[in-house]
Antibody, heavy 121, light 107 residues
Framework: QVQLQESGPGLVKPSQTLSLTCTVS??????????WSWIRQPPGKGLEWIGY???????DYNPSLKSRVTISVDTSKKQFSLKLSSVTAADTAVYYC?????????????WGQGTLVTVSS | DIQMTQSPSSLSAFVGDRVTITCRAS??????LNWYQQKPGKAPKLLIF???SLQSGVPSRFSGSGSGTDFTLTISSLQPEDFATYYC?????????FGQGTKLEIK
């Protein structure tokens, strides 16, 4: 059973960089059938896709966040990471990491439990 | 970006009822449509992928249909554990986008 677990600071100051890591267990992060994604959800609101990464390092980002986002992967540690720069209160959200099934169809089939990141001074 | 619009935004129903939630895409997305269930404080859970394929382990009372721009999620006989928020999501093109959600409540 694949499991994903987010980790990182729960409080970030405005203008600083949010950094989160997702650790994958129970499966290979280097499987060619999957991408690895970050998704966020502001309190009481809907879901927003941030971006994804392939084990080779290729990425795709949401254009609304592209100038501030970097997603990286460390296959030796079975981890992928999110960095979001110049944060504001609007970036306060629960951040989820998820596995992206990417064969004939594309879907988020396994999710981490989520971690709340609050942007506040 | 492809906009996803769900209706209704909220819905009240009784245990045992048949319920249908609709999702409309702003442009054709073929069958690249997924449905998720989210309970308070929990991560979303994949129910249906590719418009009509039931994810492993999901009860058969859940079904999905549609293609192109119009899609539906049907719960054939509501159970107490089905009261949650449901989201559709298109995976036709990035940026992947979600509907605003449909909150299903007990009547």
């Amino acid at each position: 059973q694949v499991q994903l677990q987010e980790s990182g600071p729960g409080l970030v100051k405005p203008s600083q960089t949010l950094s989160l890591t997702c650790t994958v267990s129970g499966g290979s992060i280097s499987s060619g059938d999957y991408y690895w994604s970050w998704i966020r959800q502001p309190p009481g609101k809907g879901l927003e896709w941030i971006g994804y990464i392939y084990y080779s390092g290729s990425t795709d980002y949401n254009p609304s966040l592209k100038s501030r986002v970097t997603i990286s992967v460390d296959t030796s540690k079975k981890q992928f990471s999110l960095k979001l720069s110049s944060v504001t209160a609007a970036d306060t959200a629960v951040y989820y990491c998820a596995r992206v099934g990417y064969t004939t169809m594309v879907y988020f089939d396994y999710w981490g439990q989520g971690t709340l990141v609050t942007v506040s001074s | 970006d492809i906009q996803m619009t769900q209706s209704p935004s909220s819905l009240s129903a009784f245990v045992g009822d048949r319920v249908t939630i609709t999702c409309r895409a702003s442009q054709t997305i073929s069958s690249y449509l997924n449905w998720y269930q989210q309970k308070p404080g929990k991560a979303p859970k994949l129910l249906i992928f590719a418009a009509s394929s039931l994810q492993s382990g999901v009860p058969s009372r859940f079904s999905g249909s549609g293609s192109g721009t119009d899609f539906t999620l049907t719960i054939s006989s509501l159970q107490p554990e089905d009261f949650a928020t449901y989201y559709c999501q298109q995976s036709y093109s990035t940026p992947y986008t979600f509907g605003q959600g449909t909150k299903l409540e007990i009547k």
